[in-house]
């Protein structure tokens, strides 16, 4: 796999990267699948993406590095950067994942590079987890600063959840103020049927992006 740019000493960490848990079944129970692999690199990369952002951007808050972290990091970007490397057509999958176009599919594809990334760290320690790490992130922060920049609050708000809760968000209309030509809306906005903030606009757009910029305020201070 010349694309990872990285020679390993034992392989066979490399093999079990690529390992998907549908292989492991029946006959092949043997193999270790990839995902405490994962895990681990899942962690690594984190990290790394978490130092960079730290070096690099020194005027930005914690709530906007947590915000370009998690839409550096997450699924579909790390699926971009798998395919790039071909990592599909390495892939040990069952039969049953196989045609069903396992090789293709964004989770199995990003957990593989997540798996990847603890590979190289558990065969080269820290440092080199780092450097390849970096040879594919650097492009995707820069690009999620200036794309959160816009400081559009709804998406914000859905990717933070998407990341670190995987809940239903729901926006809900829970009053109307004013006249006719001067209407003030107030929105509610829920994770689970939880609500954590409220918004005002003078249309049910701008109520709402108050109501996931006000979500988003809470959540990054209390590190819900």
Known sequence: ???????????ELLNTALTHSSFVRGDNRIYPNNERMEFLGDAVLE???SEYLYLNYPKMNEGMMTRTRARTVC????????????LGKYLLLSHGEENTGG??????LSDALEAV???IFLDGGIECAKRF?????????EEAA???SAKDYKTLLQEYVQHY????????????????HKRVFTMCVSIDGVVYGFGDGGTKQEAGQNAAKATLELLNRDNV
Request: hydrophobic share 40%.
């Open 1 to 11: 796999m010349t694309k990872l740019n990285y020679s390993f000493t034992d392989v």
């Open 47 to 49: 990290l790394c993406a």
């Open 75 to 86: 699924e579909s970007a790390l699926n971009i950067v798998a395919k790039e490397l071909e």
């Open 103 to 108: 090789r293709e599919k964004p989770s199995i």
């Open 117 to 119: 990334i603890g590979s």
């Open 133 to 141: 790490i970096l040879s594919f992130i650097k492009n995707s922060v």
């Open 146 to 148: 200036r794309s959160l």
């Open 165 to 180: 809760h995987s809940g239903e968000l729901e926006y809900k209309v829970i009053g109307m103020s004013g006249p006719d």
